[in-house]
């Protein structure tokens, strides 16, 4: 059963505009969540988080927002550039033994068209 | 470059052998992870070594195995290998295991099992 959900495999946008990308979670008890975004022949690189302690997140132009109750958050890209095409995974980890294993969705494609 | 190195790039075998993918995490970093990615699937955890140490275990098949050495390098045999196993498998470190250290992955191993 996933416990991380992106509902959308994929997402266009234009170039400027704003691309929204938004995951699921089932788990209660997860309390940090990352965005990882991998370009092809690539692995997953780091690209921002954010705690359960807040509700948004801010990073030049991208925007992590959380909303607990709805065990929900999103990515906010703004404005979107041709060099964000690439693929986007939602993460959530908890406390387990001691360490913080993120568990991840199966990524959505940003394709920004020029 | 995420300063995590994965060898091979690639690696096609038959049903029944068994493989070594190597890791050499981030200099410095004390935590490795392993994450197998199949076919439309997300980032599947499966095993995490801290300084030598198991830590955590995932998804892990009964059928795979992985150490880390006293160089913090990293190794995970997958044994007796079956098509299902074909997947990408990628190696993160990490300098701790809390939750403000964000995963660094390598470039991935892309299995072939034919």
């Known amino acids: 059963d996933q416990q991380v959900k992106q509902n959308s495999p994929s997402l266009s946008v234009q170039e400027g505009r704003i691309s929204i990308l938004n995951c699921d979670y089932t788990n209660s008890m997860f309390d940090y969540f990352l965005w990882y975004k991998k370009y092809p022949a690539e692995g997953p690189t780091f690209l921002i988080s954010?705690?359960?302690?807040?509700d948004k997140n801010e990073d030049g132009r991208f925007t992590v927002f959380l909303n607990k109750s709805a065990k929900h958050l999103s990515l906010h890209i703004v404005p979107s550039q041709p060099g964000d095409s690439a693929v986007y995974f939602c993460a959530a980890s908890a406390a387990s033994g001691g360490s913080y294993i993120p568990t991840f969705g199966r990524g959505t494609s940003l394709i920004v068209h020029p | 470059d995420s300063g995590v190195t994965q060898t091979p790039k690639h690696l096609i075998t038959a049903t029944g052998q068994r493989v070594t993918l190597r890791c050499s995490p981030r200099?410095?970093?004390?935590?490795v992870y392993w994450y197998q990615q199949s076919l439309d699937q997300g980032l599947q955890f499966l095993i995490q070594y801290y300084n030598g140490e198991e830590r955590a275990k995932g998804n892990i098949l009964e059928r795979f195995s992985a150490q880390q050495f006293p160089d913090l390098h990293s190794e995970l045999n997958l044994s007796s290998l079956e098509l299902g196993d074909s997947a990408l498998y990628f190696c993160a470190s990490s300098g701790a295991t809390g939750r403000n250290s964000p995963l660094h992955f390598g470039n991935g191993t892309r299995l072939t099992v034919t």
């Open positions: 954010i705690s359960s302690i807040k």
């Open positions: 200099s410095g970093d004390l935590s």
